[in-house]
């Protein structure tokens, strides 16, 4: 009976530790990641307080936990010619559960995001294209020819003042200090 009674302890520590709470160390890791993915172990170790070893190894957790989802270079879009960046508002006739428009809509190379939105509209999606010209034939001869695309409605972006992959970290002793 003891064994089992340990056995049920041992496996509940375990489920607690990997559902474990993201804590302060946690937090200020994942912020200075999100500014520089390219940080050093050490230069953390430094910044948080710990050793690199510590540091790795919640860093690891966090990756097997999914909290950090990957590492990705951030590119210049006019670098490789792809300075048009617009919006699209899809109305699909699909079923209300059927996601194939969705689906389809995101395995375009054009198309960066696709929300599910309430409204008159299905989706909104982020494209990005060359020019106007690629955009346009994104608009006919891909999205308009999806089973299930009833209409578009896109919104071409003039001018970006703000995009960022970044989201805010409220740390209790960084809001504590402000």
């Known amino acids: 009976m003891e064994l089992d009674s340990f056995a049920k302890t041992a496996y509940n520590s375990c489920i607690v530790a990997t559902d474990r709470i993201i804590d302060e160390l946690d937090l200020h890791i994942l912020d200075i990641l999100q500014n520089n993915a390219k940080e050093t172990q050490s230069e953390i170790a430094k910044l948080v307080g710990l050793a690199p070893s510590a540091v ?3 860093v690891r957790k966090l990756e097997a936990r999914g909290v950090i989802r990957g590492y990705v270079a ?3 879009p006019k670098a490789i010619e792809q ?3 617009a919006f699209v508002s899809v109305r699909s006739d699909e079923a209300p559960g059927n996601n194939d428009v969705a689906q389809a809509l995101a395995a375009c190379d054009e198309v960066l ?3 599910h939105v ?3 509209d299905c989706y909104l999606i982020k494209v990005r294209a060359r020019d106007p010209e690629h955009l346009g034939s994104l608009l006919r001869t891909r999205f308009g020819r999806i089973p299930g695309v009833k209409s578009t409605c896109t919104t071409i972006v003039l001018e970006t003042v703000k995009e960022t ?3 805010r970290i409220a740390r209790q002793q960084h809001e504590a200090a402000s």
Request: aromatic letters at 0%; zero cysteines.
């Open 113 to 115: 995001e696709v929300h």
């Open 165 to 167: 992959p970044r989201l």
């Open 74 to 76: 951030q590119i210049d």
């Open 83 to 85: 300075s048009m960046l």
């Open 118 to 120: 309430a409204g008159e």
């Open 56 to 58: 790795l190894e919640r």
